[in-house]
Structure formats: C-alpha cells, structure tokens
C-alpha cells in the first residue's frame, strides 16, 4: 500500500517577527572579459536584465599590448628577433645621429687655411676676418717653420720690436712675447695683425705668434694634443731665439687669449721657473664650459660638449706654484689701448 507524503505545514511568522528575505548569490564573470554573443557562456538578454551590474568593453589592445604578446608567444620566435633587431638599429642611428648633430653643432677648431681665407664667407661679410699674408702693417717679421709631429708642420712669425716705441723708453733691451691665438681663423687675419701692430709699435715687444696644426698654413689636424705639442715647440723656439744664453721661461711673457688662453695656462703650469707674466684674454674654466654656456641647446649641447677638447684651465692654473703678472705691462697695455682706440686701428682691437 503506498503512502502518500503528508504535506509538511509551513510556518507562519510570528506577529511582530520580520519576515526574512531569502537572498540568491548570482556569480559574476570578470569585468574586463566579455562572453561571445552566441557563445555556450552566453545569457539571454532577460537573464541579466534585473542585475546592477554594467557591463565594461574590453579597449582594443595597443600597438604595444600587441609588440608584447608577439614577444611572450614563444612560436613566434623568428619575428621576435627581428623586432629586437630592429629595434637596436633605430636606437643605434639615433645614438649617431646625435653624435655627429652635436659634433657639428660647433666646430671648436673653425680654422681657415691660408689659400681659402679671401674666399670665405666671413671675409665677404666683413673686411677684419680676411687674411693678409702680405701686410706692410707689420713690415719687419721673419717667416718661421717648426716640425712638431710626425705629417705636422707648424707657421709662425717671429716681430721685433720698434726700437723706437714707446713701451721701450728706459728699456736697453725688448720684453718678448709669446702669443697664443684664438680658436679661429689663423695668424694672418686682419684684426689680429692690427694686434701684433699694436704690440711691437706701441708697447715695443718682441712678438711671436703661429698658427696651430690645421690653421693657415700648418700641417696636421688640430686636436687638444697637437696644439699644446706645437704651444711647446713655439716656446722652445722663442727662448733660443730671444734668449740664447739663459733659454729661461722667467724672461718670457705669454699671452693668451680665448681658445689660447687655455693653451697658455697649460704651459704656465710646466714652466720652471714661471713665466715672467700671463696674460689672459677671454679666458674660461674649461673649453667644454665655454662651449656648454654659449651653445643654449639643452641636448645637442651637451652632446657637443662631450666631444670638445677639454682645455681644464681652472685645474691647472691652480697647480702653477707660484704666478707673477707684470703690472707695468698691464699700465702699458691700458695707456697704449686708450691712445689707440681714438685711431683708425680701434674697431680691430675691439674684436
């Protein structure tokens, strides 16, 4: 005999008891993925109509989502190295690029070689950056060549002084000067030959001047290394020529002025006994500091000046044991420069 189920009685709440909701846990798939339309995951449209929940698209990937993926999938293993490739080459021609941008950004030995001088644009443009290797201004000067360097053969001039300059009243015999010169151009330039005027005319000094390797007519290339060779190859020969007996470095003046500034500091340093007087011009800290300030390009700038020759003249200048600078020539240079500037010669000696 079957028994039937006995129907099981419900159970009324009790007055004032709350009626408790029975509440119905619904798993969520994860925001960021999206089930197929269609697919065996997908729902009706009703089934999650009633739910708070909004569903987000998925953004398309990225071009470098998409690099990535290419790169972690192991199968694809020929086309992830040559996106390394690739990617190595153009990091490798944006290194050069800069490299060379920076280099020539600014040459620090804008030298002129003697047949192009007159012909350059900087002569056209004006008058005082042409070459005179004739000039009657400094008539008396005798032709000098100084072997330095294997393939570098180094031009100067040897000046004597007036004997009747002023710079000599009281004088029995000149002071000599050796004269460093700046990065451009070359000897024969003609505001600088109004200079060597001015200095064997008016202050009566024996003066001489040449040309770094690459410049004028000097032969090699020019490099911190060869210039501060051929600055001690003109040194050697200015003692032997003005002082044969003593060949002393305390009887010599040096002058230097901007890129020859440094020159002259790194001779100071190695001259025993020092200099009888420096003079510097235009000076600077460093020649890298000197380019670095006055380039204003936050990154060709740098780069530039991580290629320049170095020239470390406050490190050096503080090495010199002891400097002396002549404070007669100092009154002499700034008596004959006042007489002169009111001359015809004053728009070269201001450059």
Not at 37 to 57: I, L, Q, T
Not at 244 to 259: F, N
Request: with cysteine.
């Amino acid at each position: 005999m079957d028994v039937m189920p006995q129907p099981q009685p419900t159970q009324q709440p009790m007055v004032g008891q709350p009626q408790q909701q029975q509440q119905i846990m619904i798993p969520m798939p994860p925001i960021c993925v999206m089930p197929i339309n269609g697919g065996p995951n997908s729902e009706p449209a009703d089934a999650s109509a009633g739910r708070d929940v909004k569903n987000v698209a998925e953004p398309p990937p990225t071009s470098c989502a998409l690099v990535f993926r290419v790169l972690k999938d192991p199968r694809k293993l020929g086309a992830r190295a040559v996106c390394s490739l690739v990617l190595a080459y153009l990091i490798g021609m944006l290194i050069i690029f800069i490299l060379i941008a920076g280099r020539m950004a600014a040459n620090p030995f804008p030298a002129v070689k003697s047949d192009t001088c007159n012909s350059s644009a900087a002569c056209k443009a004006n008058a005082v950056m042409c070459c005179d290797y004739d000039t009657t201004l400094v008539s008396e000067r005798e032709e000098v060549w100084l072997d330095v360097l294997p393939h570098t053969r180094i031009h100067g001039w040897w000046m004597p002084a007036c004997a009747d300059a002023a710079g000599n009243r009281g004088r029995s015999t000149p002071q000599t000067l050796l004269y460093n010169h700046g990065s451009c151009c070359n000897l024969a330039v003609n505001y600088r030959i109004a200079r060597y005027r001015f200095l064997t005319k008016e202050l009566g000094l024996n003066v001489f001047v040449y040309d770094y390797p690459g410049y004028g007519k000097s032969t090699g290339v020019a490099s911190e290394a060869s210039i501060l060779a051929s600055a001690r190859a003109a040194q050697a020969w200015v003692l032997e020529k003005a002082f044969p007996e003593s060949q002393s470095t305390a009887e010599l003046l040096v002058l230097g002025r901007s890129m020859g500034s440094g020159v002259a500091v790194a001779l100071s340093q190695e001259a025993v006994p020092p200099f009888k007087g420096l003079v510097l011009q235009s000076a600077f800290t460093t020649y890298r500091d000197a380019f670095l300030f006055g380039a204003q390009m936050p990154i060709l700038g740098w780069v530039g000046a991580a290629t320049w020759p170095y020239f470390d003249s406050v490190r050096r200048i503080a090495l010199v044991e002891s400097l002396s600078l002549s404070l007669s020539l100092c009154l002499s240079l700034a008596r004959a420069h006042a007489r002169t500037r009111a001359r015809a010669l004053s728009p070269f000696l201001s450059l």
